[in-house]
């Protein structure tokens, strides 16, 4: 029983845990007063601000269900892909099908879970490496989301209320002096939720499990196939509210949209702290860490750096992270 009981323990943030998360936050900062001081006609405005938490609300929630998977020392290539399916079949269901728009949101998220499940079917029915089987997903995913369309896109102008799910604002009609986007506010209620889950809830404790040590997981009677073909569910379902976010925001299903959206997701968790080896992670070190990537990316816009050079960045940042990760770890 106790020999059960230690190998699902959770790995919980400790002390280094908790300087990373204050490192990334520290850098968050100094970013912001870099190109305060830099741009401070550009940068400190309202619409620039407001620009960002819209632009960091699609990375943010892509970000979190990476985190769940990363924990698990999996990796998922397809969240980006999966986000713009979910927009489209959110598009069928609503403007194609006519269906109400409260259906048809749980129907598009339903279709993230669909497709997470049968990426972890891949994974542990077929024994294939998630990143194969996650990548093989990504390009399924992305051929049927322009064969449903035709490769064109589906507009929801004519659905009543959609745009107002990401560009609509509950705060600012209480607060006139907070115009804070509602993708914003359910960014932060999805953040919440799964924080609860990943630290009290039996999913959580079997995901930090998986990553800290399968071997020992399986050993102990766990059923290790079913929970991660529930992990990776779980995080489709997350990807799902990725897809209606950036479906309200454009007004528009956009099926050619997606592809690389995974490498900032990516980018962000290990930013944040969530080590690729598996085991460690917080979702706040996740939302810190997709600041971060939305803030450079502004900044760098605003003082009008190339775009390839942008690349060139944030690649030297994700190196640079993943460096910092692996130093961690062999100091432990």
Known sequence: MNAKKDSTEPVRAGGGQAKQKLLAFASLIALIVVFTVLKPDAFMTQDNIIGILQSTTVIGVLAIASTFIIITSGIDLSV??????????????MVNLGLPMPLGIVLAIGMGCLCGALSGLAITKLKVPPFIATLG???????????????RPIYFSDVAGFDQIALGSLIGELIPSLPIPNGV???????????IVLNKTALGRYTFALGSNEEA?????VNVDRWKVIIYT??????????????????????????????????AVVIGGTSLSGGVGTILGTIIGAFIMSVLINGLRIMSVAQEWQMVLTGLIIILAVYTDNLRRNKK
């Open 217 to 221: 997981v399986r050993l102990s009677g």
């Open 234 to 267: 779980f995080a489709g379902g997350i990807c799902g509210i990725s897809g209606l976010l950036i479906a309200s925001r454009l007004n528009s299903a956009q099926p050619a949209l997606g592809q690389g959206y995974e490498l900032d997701a990516i980018a």
């Open 80 to 93: 980006g892909v999966l986000m713009t399916f979910c927009a489209v079949m959110a598009g069928v269901f």
């Open 137 to 151: 997903m990504m390009m399924l995913l992305k051929g049927v989301s322009l064969i449903i369309t035709n490769t």
């Open 185 to 195: 506010l359910i960014m932060f209620i999805v953040a919440v939720v799964c924080a």
